[in-house]
């Protein structure tokens, strides 16, 4: 006798940890695979996952084979013209070889191996060179507030929920659908014993038959009950991410001839966590970007990363336009301002007092956080020491020179703590 | 008689499975058919691409190609490009099978008859799985080497073990015995001896490595054996036994793959026959159901439908055609062995004598223990199945500028085709004859492997890399050559690469 095993419920993902085992195999493909996928990539675009794409011949088995060439006997099947003694020509290499099993293989093989990262795995890949600590990484990859949202109906439920006109209708489908039959009857019944006792000569025991089968068949049309259980319908509510409102994230960056791709590339890093870190916050979110070298310029973010300038620095010029932007577009009762800067230090020495006053008087009291980065292994000018004074007064402005990219999530560290706590 | 159908419906339920179970089961005794007893599973799509991606294993170890695998079966399944098998099946005892839960109640009885009562006879009948394989003890024995490997990768970490791994899943195919009996996978002893084995082979290596001097008399390189003394087919067994600076649990492994190896070679050699045989028992099986009235027409036509698809042979100028169907090839030769014991012809009688007029299960039954493809094929495959196929015999030959075409089904073509096709299933004509010939055991230890090429053909592309795999298990200079059937080096290949020197 045979044993069955419903097996469906355990052993969900078995294959989890050898596909672990992949990816850890193949991580500098897939690392420079993702790091090309990223810069091609918008900020806001960065939360998914994506396919990747690895060289088939990087991650062949291979095997002890026979190659091309030497002399083969082949049977095939499905003969029509050809008799012994005919020649063919050979098809040409390349082809999908008629009917050469061997050709169709090696042609497969020469395909790139595309696979499919999850939003989880691509990120993991994308920060590691950040390390971030666990607990933010859980918390940027996780969605972590719900909200309830109606989705049509279900049959099971609770009391609660039930959805009476849904459930009324229900029922009296089934009622008329139980019931027909009988009431058809019924009416046929009736209409007989309507014949009968029209006759004159009365047959009194067909009548006396005719009312019981009427009675019966009236029982049995009490008998469809009015609501049943199978009838109730409930109203489903299903469970969706709930972020809680809205933000503006404003990315400043000194584009003057000393910011490189590198810096660049950094600072890009760094705009991606600030933006990552807000979309498990907010619902909304909105990114403005300001360039700026001796003045500032509102730009999208093609420009901001890929157009380069030369000239001095004037970053005051930014922040102007930023209290600007501010105050005529978001109001600080609708929104939680955001404001991430990188810079390599240069600034206009004349230039930074007035930074600091524009920065405690102005700006500081209207954002939740204001990060600045420094991306210059070198002693710090004037910009560094006025900012470092601004962050004196305020804990919600953060600073750090940044060497390489584990620096990056020092900035953050406040925020984070306060969110995640 | 005809009976009440077990089910009208196209949903499957447990206790309809066990009823249509119940029922095979009843029929194939009937047949005289010699089953394990079955265990069946019922799984999700997902665990059935788990099962395909650890080559139906079903506690595999761990293995980043495993993964590989799975991301690719995952991947073209997700985009409609392939559908998943509706069954799976592994010779153990008992046996067992997975059924999908998308299946249709047809398609799980299909299954049932075509796994659990065709495939599970084959493996219970056929002399190689005999001989071969020992199905009451594979499973213990997966767990075994699951929880060896994985206690290798805590002691010796992932990277070490998967270098090792890497190396001889290269092999496997040279990893297999092929003429010698292997002992028999028993678990309960395995792990004593595994430990015993381990000293034991260490001390083994040692004395063949021992580096005290030799007298210089016996040194002359003319007059020294050959180590092996006989060319060894079999890659893996040789250096579990003799590399000479591997550590007792990485011998450990390679025996590890080897014996998974062994346990699928039976498998490879027999395709033809076991699909052949479980197709001509799914459906002998299902029509008698249909006969006895326990299935309805509708059941009926989507069991032929998917039948007819598993068994249909493209012509080979057709864009679906992918090589012979083993399907169809084998199908067709039961069902022709069949009519030959019933029905025979005057051409029947000419060729197989043996079977005409003998009672069909017994022919049947003697043909499925004591053959494999090659031996089946040379010896069953009659002139009316290859008319019926319109086979027809080429010979692709690089030094020619055309294909010719040898033989046609015709009188005069039955016999060569009949061989050539027999030829095309054996495993040795398939793969490159590759054999250990010599170790300079006294000097650099240099590994000399020989390839005999057969009709000329070279080896494919992927040989060096395979020479790097050797190389990081024998540790010392490889050098594969090709020679030709008459003893002639025609071509060479070294790991690590050869310098310029002798050119």
Redesign the interface.
Known sequence: ????????LN?????T??????????KNQIKQAVSDVVSKRNITDIDQGEEITIPARD??????????????????????E?????????PPKGGSG??D?EA?NSGEGEDD????LSREEFLEIYFEDLELPDLVKKELAQVTDYKYLRAGFTNAGIPANINVIRSMRQAAGRRMALATPHRRRLKKLESELEELSNQIPCDAEKVKQLKERIARTQRKLKSVPFIDTIDLRYNNRIKVPMPSTQAVMFCIMDVSGSMDEAKKDIAKRFFILLYLFLTRNYEKIELVFIRHHTSAKEVDEEEFFYSRETGGTVVSSALEMLNEIIDKRYPTNAWNIYVAQASDGDNWNADSPYCQEILNEKIMPLVQYYSYIEIMPRHHQSLWEVYQRVQESYPNFSMENIDGLSDIYPVFRELFKRKTA | MTKKPLSTDTEWTVELLQDYDREIARLANDFGLDTYPNQIEIISAEQMMDAYASVGMPIGYNHWSFGKHFVNVEKSYKRGQMGLAYELVINSDPCIAYLMEENTMAMQALVIAHACYGHNSFFKGNYLYKMWTSADAIIDYLVFAKNYISECEERYGIDEVEKLLDACHALMSQGVDRYKHPQSLSIQEEKIRQQNREQYLQSQVNELWRTIPIPEEKKSKKNRARFPAEPQENLLYFFEKHAPLLKPWQRELIRIVRKIAQYFYPQRQTKVMNEGWACFWHYTLLNALYDEGLVTDEFMLEILHSHTNVVYQPPYNSPYYSGVNPYALGYNMMQDIKRICENPTEEDKEWFPYLANTNWQESLNFAMQNYKDESFIAQYLSPKLIRELKLFHILDDDEQSEIHVKNIHDEQGYQAIRQALSKQYNIGYLEPEIQIYDVDVEGTRALTLQHIQHDRRPLGKSCQEILKHIYSIWQFPIKLQSIDLSNNVVAEHYCPAKEQKDS
């Open positions: 006798m045979s044993q069955f095993i419903d097996r469906r052993a969900k993902k078995k294959s940890v050898n596909r672990q085992r992949f990816i850890r195999r193949y991650i062949s088995e291979p095997q002890f084979d026979l190659g091309e060439g030497g002399s083969i006997d082949r049977i095939l099947p499905g003969n029509e050809f008799i012994p003694g005919d020649r063919i020509q050979r008629q009917g099993g169709s191996f595309v696979f499919e």
